[in-house]
């Protein structure tokens, strides 16, 4: 068997605004501009040690969600191929609110589209997770509904991140929980003239960043670092904790990474990634 090699991007959430949460399915309604970036997992799919599908992913404990996937592509597809074995190398910061889970599972899918030569079904990524359509585009989009409805949008204005991983996880519903306590969704209508500002390009909002704060008070000092270190902007991360700084060249990211890493040894400079990074590669 061939083995194939894809990058699984995290992704930076530009502007995310918070609405309501829905009657059906108890999920809130939401408007972000999402980015993937340079800072990336590696996947690798090969052929499996046993008799069945693996997952391996050092380091990370409990269900995969790229298991999910493989096995969802599987399943919609009746793809028969022998088994096989993704290994997942994380360089995405685990529950740190830049979607890793959701990076690796639409990896996942992709490898399996080229393994088998089958595209991947539609609304499969939908089934996963609400991040996991983005995750799949693999490009600059406007994310609704609860994150499932996608509007791929062109390449913005050149610039990069320095990115700051938090000492411990967050979990995203908790932050949600908190931001519900807090009163922070807005209404349908406010969310609405929100998406028209998002559709002009960058906000650099965070509706959830009070809740982040709330539960994980080191953000505030992430928040004030990375704005020392000169970013233009500085904002959570989708549910948080991590933290990035907004710099308008990768030069000027790399700078602010170094000024930065004697306090945030995991400090990274990424930049917006472009047309092709996710796609899979053969290897002999």
């Given amino acids: 068997m061939t083995v194939l090699r894809a990058r699984a991007p995290g992704k930076v959430n530009l502007a995310l605004?918070?609405?309501?949460t829905r009657k059906e399915d108890g999920k809130?309604?939401?408007v972000s501009l999402v980015e993937p970036v340079t800072l990336a997992d590696w996947i690798e799919l090969g052929p499996a040690r046993g008799h069945t599908d693996e997952v391996a992913c050092e380091g990370v404990v409990g269900p995969n969600l790229a298991a999910e996937a493989l096995e969802r592509f599987r399943a919609a597809t009746d793809w028969d191929g022998a088994p096989v074995r993704l290994t997942i190398f994380k360089q995405v910061p685990v529950a740190a609110g830049m979607?890793?889970?959701?990076?690796?599972?639409?990896?996942a899918?992709?490898?399996?589209?080229k393994a088998s030569g089958l595209p991947v079904p539609d609304g499969i990524a939908r089934a996963l997770g609400a991040d996991v359509p983005a995750a799949l585009h693999a490009g600059p989009a406007i994310m609704a509904g609860a994150g499932e409805r996608l509007t791929p949008i062109e390449p913005i204005a050149p610039h990069a991140f320095v990115v700051l991983p938090a000492d411990a996880p967050l979990a995203t519903a908790a932050v949600y929980a908190e931001a519900d306590r807090l009163g922070l969704p807005r209404t349908l209508a406010d969310l609405a003239e929100r998406r028209k500002e998002v559709e002009s390009g960058p906000t650099f909002h965070n509706d959830l960043e009070p809740a982040t704060r709330s539960l994980?008070?080191?953000?505030?000092?992430?928040?004030?670092?990375?704005?020392?270190a000169g970013?233009?902007?500085?904002?959570?991360?989708?549910?948080?904790?991590?933290?990035?700084?907004?710099?308008?060249?990768?030069?000027?990211?790399r700078l602010g990474a170094e000024r930065l890493r004697e306090r945030y040894p995991k400090a990274?400079?990424?930049a917006p990634?472009?047309?092709?990074?996710?796609?899979?590669?053969?290897?002999?």
Avoid: I, K
Avoid at 17 to 20: A, E, I
Avoid at 99 to 107: L, R, V, W
Avoid at 231 to 253: E, I, K, M, N, Q
């Fill in 28 to 30: 809130h309604e939401l």
């Fill in 216 to 228: 994980h008070p080191s953000t505030d000092d992430a928040l004030a670092d990375a704005r020392a």
């Fill in 17 to 20: 605004y918070l609405g309501p």
């Fill in 268 to 270: 990274a400079a990424a």
């Fill in 231 to 253: 970013a233009s902007h500085a904002l959570v991360c989708g549910s948080g904790p991590t933290v990035v700084g907004v710099f308008a060249t990768l030069d000027d990211a």
């Fill in 109 to 113: 899918l992709r490898l399996a589209a």
């Fill in 99 to 107: 979607g890793g889970g959701s990076a690796d599972a639409a990896a």
């Fill in 273 to 284: 990634a472009p047309p092709g990074f996710a796609t899979p590669r053969s290897f002999a």
